[in-house]
T-cell receptor, first 114, second 113 residues
Framework: DAGITQSPRHKVTETGTPVTLRCHQT?????MYWYRQDPGHGLRLIHY???????DKGEVSDGYSVSRSKTEDFLLTLESATSSQTSVYFC?????????????FGEGSWLTVV | AQSVTQPDIHITVSEGASLELRCNYS??????LFWYVQSPGQGLQLLLK??????LVQGIKGFEAEFKRSQSSFNLRKPSVHWSDAAEYFC???????????FGKGTHLIIQP
């Protein structure tokens, strides 16, 4: 299994509070991703990073921000959590773009916003 | 824009029977195609991938998939399913860029005894 650790694995938070999810990798991979998974929607890309301090928006980035100050850590922040952000969040990593760009997933973080 | 369609939300198969899960993609260039499996409460595990070459690719757990460019399809098959194959299956497409993969909505596989 790819060395990906997500924390926290489960969290319940109140509407309007900020929340930060952490993804830590031990593979020294360049590319990191945050996806959310919702019933009937599959997985949708929130943000991704192609290097330290290099990030870009994905399909569903509104209400989320990210930071990557070190190769191994990719943080996802919900600036003011809403009930629509109740979801399962997956971090993923990849060693390179182009041919052979296989993405490996973490175990997920279950977030409930009440 | 790229997209993936998995037409079957749920599929029920008897244990020991053959399986085919459908996947159709839309992509403007040569696609990279993947199948992932997800057990309840777990992350996604890569089953197999297609980048180029032989259009029939073998994966883990006895799965295979066939890339058909003319039909824009990448269907997953297994000759004989086991109860442990019950899970959610996701097809995904990418161009090999830094922006990751686009996923289908998944097919939930139920195995009947």
């Amino acid at each position: 299994d790819a060395g990906i650790t997500q924390s926290p694995r489960h969290k319940v938070t109140e509407t309007g509070t900020p929340v930060t999810l952490r993804c830590h990798q031990t593979e020294n991979h360049r590319y990191m991703y945050w996806y959310r998974q919702d019933p009937g929607h599959g997985l949708r890309l929130i943000h991704y990073s192609y290097g330290v301090k290099d990030t870009d928006k994905g399909e569903v980035s509104d209400g989320y921000s990210v930071s990557r100050s070190k190769t191994e850590d990719f943080l996802l922040t919900l600036e003011s959590a809403t009930s629509s952000q109740t979801s399962v969040y997956f971090c993923a990593i990849s060693d390179r773009a182009g041919s052979g760009n296989t993405i490996y997933f973490g175990e997920g973080s279950w977030l409930t916003v009440v | 824009a790229q997209s993936v369609t998995q037409p079957d939300i749920h599929i029920t198969v008897s244990e020991g029977a053959s399986l085919e899960l459908r996947c159709n993609y839309s992509y403007g260039a040569t696609p990279y195609l993947f199948w992932y499996v997800q057990s309840p409460g777990q992350g996604l595990q890569l089953l197999l991938k297609y980048f180029s070459g032989d259009t029939l690719v073998q994966g883990i757990k006895g799965f295979e998939a066939e890339f058909k460019r003319s039909q824009s399809s990448f269907n997953l098959r297994k000759p004989s399913v086991h109860w442990s194959d019950a899970a959610e299956y996701f097809c995904a497409v990418g161009g090999g860029g830094a922006d990751g993969l686009t996923f289908g909505k998944g097919t939930h596989l139920i195995i009947q005894p």
